[in-house]
């Protein structure tokens, strides 16, 4: 217990937290019709937590840092324990998404803090086991969480998804507190408040602008308020982080091609791969007539590709620069939505099939790497930062995909369908139009929406690979697996860790 209890408890709360990322996915039409949520509603109950988990996950680090990691981290775990109950029992979509937020807070707290707990704790070949371990935790977090939210939504009920969390919650703040010693950072430090509001106000500006978009239009007054004042609150962060003694994220190091590079890929990687899934999931069982349970197996055909992929390229890729296996894997999430971006009113859901195969690939491809790309792109003392900007910009991008390709869906719906009518039926209130359009209208209507979200997101992916091909120049990554260069800067106490 002494020796792999630390890693059981932090894996514990990776676990979760990670998956209640994606869970969601499957129970999106279940919630609707059950609280009566509009595709705006929705598209919060998703946005909610990933927002709130890349606003915060900066400065969560940094608090750990001089807080105390085990301190933060259980108050993490508590505080998503707590927002899961309320998720659970929720009576109308603003209570949900609320709680979603709150999810996310509790999330970011304890994201931030796993990496650090475990490199206070183990060190040289246990090290590297334990971090081997934890990542194949996270992504068999990610690749189950369509299936397990299925089984949960059609079995006991879309609220089991989140009272799931309850009991494995209890056991990881009893096992943390039991096995898992006190660590901080570099004494001394501050937390960089500023820079945490600011950077919270504008990743919350713009993912709530492009939402808005969606029911209102790009160009209409108020969303182009909340768009300005994302420009704002971005240009409030800069001028902090550049006069910040301690700040969240050194700007000096976007100076660096290759890191910028990084930074373009990991903030298109999740919101091309995963953004348009939310709506893909809607389609097959709102159109298609599925089960949340089929609709969740439907998308095990990316999990698969993507764990094959990942296990394969661990070995035959070895010593292969992230120029190619970042930049490549974005390709393939690019040419995998391109593919599926042939929906007509006809299709059903094995036309997804080679498209969901690609992105998979492309997600094992890159995922493993970019973490690994933008700490050979800085030095070892800004390695804790750079990983957690990869993390942040990883899950802003997905608050911002599923909130881009939401607005696009509905934007090329409303060519054929009333603006309200497209979102009910983009918000799975298909039962509603019934009698108002016939079913092949319907579904024309939803999948030129989907054609176009998956163009989007392919164009997107794209453009971010090639951007990583031009400007990830770095010299052969070290002989040691992808996890070994965190775990050799680990030991830095990440007193850089976001800042």
Same mark, same amino acid.
């Given at each position: 217990?002494?020796?792999?209890?630390?890693?059981?408890?932090?894996? @514990?709360? #990776?676990?979760?937290?990670?998956?209640?990322?994606?869970?969601?996915?499957?129970?999106?039409?279940?919630? %609707?019709?059950?609280?009566?949520?509009?595709?705006?509603?929705?598209?919060?109950?998703?946005?909610?937590?990933?927002?709130?988990?890349?606003?915060?996950?900066?400065?969560?680090?940094?608090?750990?840092?001089?807080?105390?990691?085990?301190?933060?981290?259980?108050?993490?775990?508590?505080?998503?324990?707590?927002?899961? @109950?309320?998720?659970?029992?929720?009576? /109308?979509?603003?209570? @949900?998404?609320?709680?979603?937020?709150?999810?996310?807070?509790?999330?970011? %707290?304890?994201?931030?803090?796993?990496?650090?707990?475990?490199?206070?704790?183990?060190?040289?070949?246990? +090290? &590297?086991?334990?971090? $081997?371990?934890?990542?194949?935790?996270?992504?068999?977090?990610?690749?189950?969480?369509?299936?397990?939210?299925?089984? *949960?939504?059609?079995?006991? =009920?879309?609220?089991?998804?989140?009272?799931?969390?309850?009991?494995?919650?209890?056991?990881?703040?009893?096992?943390? @507190?039991?096995?898992?010693?006190? &660590?901080?950072?570099?004494?001394?430090?501050?937390?960089?408040?500023?820079?945490?509001?600011?950077?919270? %106000?504008?990743?919350?500006?713009?993912?709530?602008?492009?939402?808005?978009?969606?029911?209102?239009?790009?160009?209409? =007054?108020?969303?182009?308020?909340?768009?300005?004042?994302?420009?704002?609150?971005?240009? $409030?962060?800069?001028?902090?982080?550049?006069?910040?003694?301690?700040?969240?994220?050194?700007?000096?190091?976007?100076?660096?091609?290759?890191?910028?590079?990084?930074?373009?890929?990991?903030?298109?990687?999740?919101?091309?791969?995963?953004?348009?899934?939310?709506?893909?999931?809607?389609?097959?069982?709102?159109?298609?007539?599925?089960?949340?349970?089929?609709?969740?197996?439907?998308?095990?055909?990316?999990?698969?590709?993507?764990?094959?992929?990942?296990?394969?390229?661990?070995?035959?890729?070895?010593?292969?620069?992230? +120029?190619?296996?970042?930049?490549?894997?974005?390709?393939?999430?690019?040419? $995998?939505?391109?593919?599926?971006?042939?929906?007509?009113?006809?299709?059903?859901?094995?036309?997804?099939?080679?498209?969901?195969?690609?992105?998979?690939?492309?997600?094992?491809?890159?995922?493993?790497?970019?973490?690994?790309?933008?700490?050979?792109?800085?030095?070892?003392?800004?390695?804790?930062?750079?990983?957690?900007?990869?993390?942040?910009?990883?899950?802003?991008?997905?608050?911002?995909?599923?909130?881009?390709?939401?607005?696009?869906? #509905?934007?090329?719906?409303?060519?054929?369908?009333?603006?309200?009518?497209?979102?009910?039926?983009?918000?799975? /209130?298909?039962?509603?139009?019934?009698?108002?359009? &016939?079913?092949?209208?319907?579904?024309?209507?939803?999948?030129?929406?989907?054609?176009?979200?998956?163009?989007?997101?392919?164009?997107?992916?794209?453009?971010?690979?090639? *951007?990583?091909?031009?400007?990830?120049?770095?010299?052969?990554?070290?002989?040691?697996?992808?996890?070994?260069?965190?775990?050799?800067?680990?030991?830095?106490?990440?007193?850089?860790?976001?800042?």
């Amino acid at each position: 217990m002494r020796t792999w209890g630390p890693l059981t408890a932090v894996c @514990l709360g #990776t676990f979760m937290l990670l998956l209640d990322v994606t869970i969601a996915i499957v129970a999106l039409p279940d919630m %609707a019709r059950a609280l009566g949520a509009s595709l705006s509603d929705l598209q919060w109950v998703m946005d909610g937590y990933a927002l709130a988990l890349a606003a915060l996950l900066l400065g969560m680090g940094a608090a750990a840092d001089v807080l105390g990691r085990r301190r933060v981290h259980v108050v993490g775990v508590v505080l998503f324990a707590g927002a899961s @109950l309320l998720c659970g029992l929720a009576t /109308g979509p603003q209570m @949900l998404v609320a709680a979603r937020g709150l999810q996310g807070v509790g999330a970011a %707290a304890m994201f931030a803090t796993t990496l650090p707990l475990l490199g206070s704790v183990y060190q040289g070949r246990q +090290r &590297s086991t334990a971090l $081997g371990v934890w990542g194949a935790v996270s992504g068999a977090a990610a690749a189950i969480g369509p299936l397990a939210g299925g089984l *949960l939504t059609d079995g006991p =009920g879309w609220r089991w998804i989140f009272f799931v969390n309850l009991p494995v919650s209890v056991a990881a703040v009893w096992l943390t @507190l039991r096995v898992v010693p006190e &660590s901080r950072g570099t004494r001394g430090r501050r937390v960089d408040w500023a820079g945490t509001a600011t950077f919270a %106000a504008f990743a919350g500006a713009v993912t709530y602008g492009a939402v808005r978009a969606g029911s209102h239009g790009w160009t209409e =007054g108020g969303t182009l308020v909340w768009f300005a004042a994302a420009v704002v609150a971005l240009a $409030g962060f800069l001028v902090v982080e550049q006069r910040g003694a301690d700040p969240l994220l050194d700007l000096r190091l976007f100076t660096k091609p290759a890191f910028s590079g990084v930074m373009a890929g990991a903030l298109a990687f999740n919101g091309a791969a995963f953004g348009v899934l939310a709506y893909t999931s809607i389609w097959l069982q709102t159109m298609l007539g599925m089960s949340a349970v089929r609709g969740g197996v439907q998308f095990l055909w990316m999990s698969l590709a993507s764990f094959v992929v990942a296990a394969a390229g661990g070995r035959l890729l070895h010593g292969v620069s992230a +120029r190619f296996t970042v930049g490549g894997g974005l390709l393939l999430i690019g040419a $995998g939505q391109f593919c599926m971006a042939g929906l007509d009113a006809n299709s059903g859901a094995n036309a997804l099939i080679p498209g969901l195969v690609l992105v998979g690939a492309g997600t094992g491809l890159a995922s493993p790497g970019i973490a690994g790309a933008a700490l050979a792109a800085v030095g070892p003392e800004r390695a804790g930062m750079a990983g957690g900007a990869v993390n942040t910009f990883r899950q802003l991008g997905y608050a911002i995909g599923i909130a881009l390709c939401g607005t696009v869906l #509905t934007s090329r719906m409303q060519d054929t369908l009333p603006h309200d009518a497209a979102h009910a039926l983009a918000g799975g /209130g298909a039962e509603a139009l019934g009698g108002t359009f &016939s079913e092949q209208t319907l579904r024309a209507a939803f999948t030129a929406g989907l054609d176009r979200a998956a163009l989007v997101a392919g164009a997107v992916a794209v453009v971010a690979g090639v *951007l990583v091909l031009a400007l990830v120049r770095t010299p052969r990554p070290a002989r040691a697996p992808v996890t070994d260069p965190a775990a050799a800067t680990l030991t830095q106490e990440r007193a850089a860790q976001h800042g």
